[in-house]
Antibody, heavy 116, light 112 residues
Framework: VQLVESGGGLVQPGGSLRLSCAAS????????MNWVRQGPGKELVWVAF????????TYADSVRGRFTITRDNARKTLYLQMNSLRAEDTAVYYC??????????WGQGTPVTVSS | DVVMTQSPLSLPVTLGQPASISCWSS???????????LNWFHQRPGQSPRRLIF???NRDSGVPDRFSGSGSGTDFTLKISRVEAEDVGIYYC?????????FGQGTKVEIK
């Protein structure tokens, strides 16, 4: 199982960013997927969930209405569109697979810094 | 949201000695399907988390058998029978029974 995130970087408050997570070595279309973030020196926080065909998504209260999780099963890629970014969104963002329960595999993470 | 509380937050350990981390949930983690979705993760410095234990007591593939999970309802424990140097890092419990999924604040394990 391989999950490789990309798309992080420095963005100004109010700005947007799209994260990607490229999956390989497993049947991507068969698994639910998630985004989890970790602020500097802080604990892990679940951000968003998507089912296998993208018809069901759920979000943490802190990002609902600003973030959108999607997937492209043909490209084996998970996305997180982040709009109206705030300083408190600064974190390392991980994609994680739901297998044998929750969060069985994780990517290496991509850092997002929201600052002027 | 279900609050996950871990203790201790810092755990200095001696190589070769046992270690134990406790995790309490603010609500029962028994799901309507009968399963208890309590997981344990280990995060080494600068690395992404790795799942060690799922559904209270099931070890993930490749996880050494010195790691064991136990508990029920709202009280759970992760035990390391003999700590090795590679076990340093932060350990998190996490519940997946209730939405949203929530993590504990983490327990930092370091070698004395």
């Amino acid at each position: 199982v391989q999950l490789v995130e990309s798309g992080g970087g420095l963005v100004q408050p109010g700005g947007s960013l799209r994260l990607s997570c490229a999956a390989s070595e497993f049947t991507f279309s068969s698994f639910w997927m998630n985004w989890v973030r970790q602020g500097p020196g802080k604990e892990l926080v679940w951000v968003a969930f998507i089912n296998t065909d993208g018809t069901t998504t759920t979000y943490a209260d802190s990002v609902r209405g600003r973030f959108t999780i999607t997937r492209d099963n043909a490209r084996k890629t998970l996305y997180l569109q982040m709009n109206s970014l705030r300083a408190e969104d600064t974190a390392v963002y991980y994609c994680s697979r739901d297998g044998d329960g929750h969060f069985d595999h994780w990517g290496q993470g991509t850092p997002v810094t929201v600052s002027s | 949201d279900v609050v996950m509380t871990q203790s201790p937050l810092s755990l200095p350990v001696t190589l070769g000695q046992p270690a134990s981390i406790s995790c309490w949930s603010s609500q029962s983690l028994v799901h309507s399907d009968g399963s208890t979705y309590l997981n344990w993760f280990h995060q080494r410095p600068g690395q992404s988390p790795r799942r060690l234990i799922f559904k209270v007591s099931n070890r993930d593939s490749g996880v050494p058998d010195r790691f064991s999970g136990s508990g029920s309802g709202t009280d759970f424990t992760l035990k390391i029978s003999r700590v090795e140097a590679e076990d340093v890092g932060i350990y998190y419990c996490m519940q997946g029974t209730h939405r949203p999924r929530t993590f504990g604040q983490g327990t930092k394990v370091e070698i004395k």
